[in-house]
């Protein structure tokens, strides 16, 4: 969230000491808050890209002068406002700073009144700035989701929005959602769109791991802590510091491992296998099952204390049978990344096979979709019912209200939501189109 005028600061850089106590009790006392280094040297150690506040620094500096500094903070965030102190004469060089993207400059001696006009103007410019910064960031976020979750469905609609809103909390997420829904991506979209994209995102199949393997590979261990220790070993909890632990198929955790992750998660510390000492980790946890974990610990069969714990949001995700209208969309995509895999041209479904598609319900869910792409590009066919019992398709009404639900989003899609150009291409009047969007909710 953008911060509000009065959470950011003015960063006051002044050798002088006299000059620097003024200039900070001078702010203090309209409420401004300050913080005051003597050089320009400890000025870059406190300022970052997205400073949350202004620079105001003197010209003549020990060391790095402010001239210098200047293009070293311009160069980090050309949106940082900075005002330059001179002293009497150096009037010239204020108008070289100015041209080279001071803020404003202030030529000694000053009255403590306008050293606060100043700041208090270039704060409000800050704030504005971070706040487009801000929308800009989160409008780029939910374009990358929209890439990478497709479907105009409502409910991927619902999950990419949560998704955004949720990114950069440090709260537990649970994702539920049968196998093939996208756990994974899930997790990974909620990683990437958070602070912790630039650390690491590490994944554990707690289903995949052999019981006797499970306590080294995710707490770690010391060397020489069971046969075969040689060297000390990272867990997979340390090696998600400051990142995303992601714990798929977390209903098949071994019991006595719950007892260790919970641990983990109350204390935010972990002990390596062979240790007694406590080992912080700041990771943030996005667990993933396709059972019913309230069902599971109501039955003895999962840790009620670990369910609440990890149950602080929970996201649930649709089968694709509940999202048909996704299928054409879906398919598309898959047909597209599997032809540039396999060398092949990416020929589109007729629709015919798209009606088929839609109309298929999907036990597999979005893998099962993203395989048959693969055997369509590879030529060998578009029958999701081959090789399958004979499927419980939908009513025919129902059918095909979603099929061409379906074939009208892609079509808006196609053609960037222009009625005029969808209406030609799908062979209807415009009114009739858009009477149907209005009708399907589009």
């Given at each position: 969230m953008a911060p509000k005028l009065n959470d950011l600061s003015v960063l006051i850089v002044e050798d002088d000491a006299d000059v620097r106590l003024g200039c900070e009790q001078a702010l203090r006392l309209e409420g401004i808050a300050t913080r005051a280094?003597?050089?320009?040297?400890?000025?870059?150690?406190?300022?970052?890209?997205?400073?949350p506040g202004i620079v105001v620094s003197d010209i003549r500096l020990p060391g790095i002068d402010g001239m210098a500094l200047l293009a070293q903070l311009k160069a980090r965030d050309a949106a940082l406002p900075?005002?330059?102190?001179?002293?009497?004469?150096?009037?010239?060089?204020?108008?070289?700073?100015?041209?080279?993207?001071?803020?404003?400059?202030?030529?000694?001696?000053f009255a403590?009144?306008?050293?606060?006009?100043?700041?208090?103007?270039?704060?409000?410019?800050?704030?504005?700035?971070?706040?487009?910064?801000?929308?800009?960031?989160?409008?780029?976020?939910?374009?990358?989701?929209?890439?990478?979750?497709?479907?105009?469905?409502?409910?991927?609609?619902?999950?990419?929005?949560?998704?955004?809103?949720l990114a950069d909390t440090s709260a537990n997420v649970l994702i539920h959602g049968e196998t093939g829904t996208g756990k994974e991506l899930v997790a990974r979209c909620l990683h990437d769109a958070s602070t912790r994209h630039a650390r690491n995102f590490v994944?554990?199949?707690?289903?995949?791991?052999?019981?006797?393997?499970?306590?080294?590979?995710?707490?770690?261990?010391?060397?020489?802590?069971?046969?075969g220790a040689a060297k000390r070993r990272i867990g997979k909890i340390e090696h998600a510091e400051g990142g995303t632990l992601?714990?798929?198929?977390?209903?098949?955790?071994?019991?006595?491992?719950?007892?260790?992750?919970?641990?983990?998660?109350?204390?935010?510390?972990?002990?390596?296998?062979?240790?007694?000492?406590?080992?912080?980790?700041?990771?943030?946890?996005?667990?993933?099952?396709?059972a019913d974990l309230k069902a599971l610990a109501d039955a003895g069969q999962f840790r009620a204390d670990l369910y609440y714990r990890l149950n602080v949001i929970t996201l649930e995700l649709p089968p694709l049978r509940e999202r048909r209208e996704d299928v054409p969309l879906l398919f598309g995509h898959f047909v597209a990344q599997a032809a540039l895999r396999f060398e092949r041209d990416a020929r589109p479904a007729s629709p015919a096979e798209l009606a088929r598609l839609v109309a298929y319900p999907w036990p597999g869910n979005v893998r099962e979709l993203r395989n048959l792409a693969e055997r369509h590009v590879l030529g060998l066919g578009c029958n999701p019912e081959q090789g399958t019992e004979e499927p419980a398709l939908l009513p025919l009404a129902q059918a095909?209200?979603?099929?061409?639900?379906?074939?009208?989003?892609?079509?808006?899609?196609?053609?960037?939501?222009?009625?005029?150009?969808?209406?030609?291409?799908?062979?209807?009047?415009?009114?009739?189109?858009?009477?149907?969007?209005r009708k399907y909710g589009l």
């Open positions: 280094v003597g050089t320009a040297e400890a000025a870059l150690q406190t300022v970052a890209p997205h400073f900075v005002v330059m102190i001179t002293g009497h004469g150096d009037v010239g060089l204020a108008v070289q700073a100015m041209k080279q993207g001071a803020y404003d400059f202030l030529e000694k001696p403590p009144e306008r050293l606060v006009e100043v700041a208090r103007r270039a704060l409000e410019q800050r704030r504005l700035a971070l706040e487009v910064a801000e929308l800009r960031d989160r409008l780029a976020g939910r374009e990358r989701l929209e890439a990478r979750l497709i479907g105009v469905s409502p409910a991927m609609e619902r999950l990419r929005r949560l998704i955004a809103d994944p554990i199949n707690c289903g995949g791991l052999p019981e006797q393997l499970f306590e080294s590979e995710i707490f770690g261990h010391e060397a020489g802590s069971f046969t992601f714990l798929d198929e977390i209903e098949s955790m071994p019991m006595s491992m719950q007892i260790k992750l919970l641990r983990v998660l109350q204390e935010r510390v972990v002990e390596r296998l062979g240790s007694n000492t406590p080992v912080p980790v700041d990771a943030r946890v996005v667990a993933a099952t396709k095909v209200e979603q099929f061409e639900r379906a074939l009208i989003a892609d079509a808006l899609r196609r053609h960037e939501g222009n009625l005029s150009r969808a209406s030609e291409a799908l062979g209807v009047a415009k009114t009739t189109l858009f009477d149907k969007v």
